[in-house]
């Protein structure tokens, strides 16, 4: 039997969708390929029987890093060593991918979620470009919000970034720069002994540099899995802090990253 505290999330609980549209010519990162697809077979091509019977199928393709997606553990290297000091050299291959740490390694995830919403600090809708998210930053949130980060936590980081999705010149911002998380931020994080954590824009780090310090903090040094492109404007609009977390990346045997459709449950 389900616990009471499953009962009462599931007839009262309120689903939120944290993932991005797919769609060709959506917003990507410079370095991941673009969305593709195409309708092979449209309804009335083959028809079956008198009532003349027909299914329509598509084709797509895309990078594991494109749309809201979810990084592997082996995503970044230093030197060829990537998590607990492991050399990669001869663990990939450009038809199995990684031989260890990819992300058919990565479980499902069900656990709890928190937001630290950075622009209501700053008393503004969207962060500047060059806004570089510290620790400073981080525990204000949580003490603003009233939320304790806990060991176990997957903790979602709102820059406003998503609110210029629709240009994707604007969103990408590749002159300019987009805000993000930076180095003492993503080790504060780490010391607090988060499972995953996830932000609005592309690539979690403050760009630039693009290099991505918190990537190599988080990942190669922590083995904590990064999210973007996450759509957090619902959870911040209701002022949702804490809240179930539930996203299942596809087990795509040797993968960099995944595609995934994660939910928040509150």
């Not at 000091?85 to 990684?98: E, F, M, P």
């Not at 932000?199 to 979690?204: F, I, L, Q, S, V």
Request: glycine residues 10%.
């Amino acid at each position: 039997m389900l616990s009471s505290y499953a009962n009462e999330l599931l007839n009262k609980g309120r689903v939120f969708d944290l993932g991005q549209v797919i769609f060709p010519g959506m917003p990507h990162h410079p370095n991941q390929p673009p969305f593709g697809y195409t309708l092979l077979k449209k309804h009335g091509d083959i028809t079956l029987e008198e009532k003349k019977i027909s299914f329509c199928n598509d084709l797509f393709m895309m990078g594991g890093h494109t749309g809201t997606h979810l990084d592997a553990v082996a995503h970044v290297a230093c030197n060829n060593r990537v998590y607990n000091d492991v050399d990669i050299t001869d663990l990939q291959d450009y038809q199995n991918g990684l031989k260890v740490m990819g992300i058919d390694t990565t479980p499902p995830i069900v656990r709890k979620g928190v937001l630290l919403d950075i622009p209501p600090l700053l008393d503004v809708e969207v962060l500047p470009h060059d806004f570089g998210i510290g620790e400073k930053e981080l525990q204000r949130a949580s003490e603003h919000e009233g939320i304790d980060i806990e060991k176990g936590d997957v903790v979602l980081i709102r820059t406003g970034w998503m609110r210029f999705w629709d240009d994707r010149k604007k969103y990408l911002s590749v002159d300019k720069g987009v805000p993000g998380v930076i180095e003492d931020g993503a080790r504060f994080l780490a010391s607090t002994g988060i499972s995953f954590t996830g932000t609005d824009t592309t690539a979690y780090d403050r760009v630039p540099p693009h290099y991505l310090p918190c990537h190599i903090i988080l990942l190669k040094e922590n083995g904590i899995q990064i999210m973007e492109m996450l759509n957090l404007e619902e959870l911040s609009k209701n002022r949702i802090y804490a809240f179930l977390f539930i996203a299942l990346p596809l087990k795509i045997r040797g993968g960099a990253g995944s595609p995934i459709r994660p939910i928040a449950i509150a």
